[in-house]
């Protein structure tokens, strides 16, 4: 009786949730769009500072150490203190809350993975190789765009991948700050005691977070040099 009684509490919460779901549709699907747009802008800012910064600091080992050290700092700066420390610093620019505060503190968060996966996968790029292509008359900018980088492609999207996964569960926090997304389900779930929302909010993060993954998996296949991929290929 009891667990029939479970079973028939359970079943009418989960008609319950996606009925709430299905009601809400039309702004479950933009808030999803808004969370996309944030961390795609975050992450595609911090693609493009710290791939340059993860390569320029493949010269220096003691340049990376500082670098490395720093941004391992910021990650471990809990976000909702990071998301307060963005309101008074940017307050004297008028971006207080809000979208600008929400990209530039992802953005922080983004570089370590990032950077460190571009450091390590450039510094692990075979002598033989860069000899080889120095051999045949390549300067360092054509051996690093040629040879380099198209090695290093697989381990540098595992670090965006690492970089977006994170970031949109974090994003998730920037709702307190008014920049909206998947988070505001969560949020005023828990301000308006209403599980519903709460549910719905989390499982849409997870699953954004879940189908981003693939989707950027398969993109780092698609890059990487059909060479490289038979060699691994073998390899395993």
Known sequence: MVQDAIKTTGGSHSVELIQYAWTNIDVLLARTVEHISLVGVAVGLATLTGVPIGIAITQSERVARVVLYVASIIIT???????????????????????????????LYSQLPIIRNT????????????????????????????????L??????????????????VMAIAAYIGAGGLGTFISRGI????????????VAVSLLAVITDYTLLALQRWLTPKGLSRSAGAGA
Do not use: C, K, W
């Open 77 to 107: 700066i809990p976000s909702i203190a990071l998301f307060g420390l963005m309101i008074p610093i940017l307050s004297v620019f008028g971006h207080g809350i809000g979208y600008v505060p929400a990209v530039i503190a992802v953005l």
């Open 191 to 202: 301000s308006q005691s209403d599980p519903r929302q709460l549910i719905v909010g989390a």
């Open 152 to 169: 290093a492609i697989p381990v540098i999207m595992a670090g965006v991948r690492t970089a977006v996964v994170l970031n949109i569960g």
């Open 119 to 150: 450091y390590t996968a450039i510094n692990n790029v075979s002598p033989a190789l860069r000899e080889a292509a120095r051999g045949i008359g390549m300067s360092p900018l054509q051996r690093m765009r040629q040879v380099e980088i198209p």
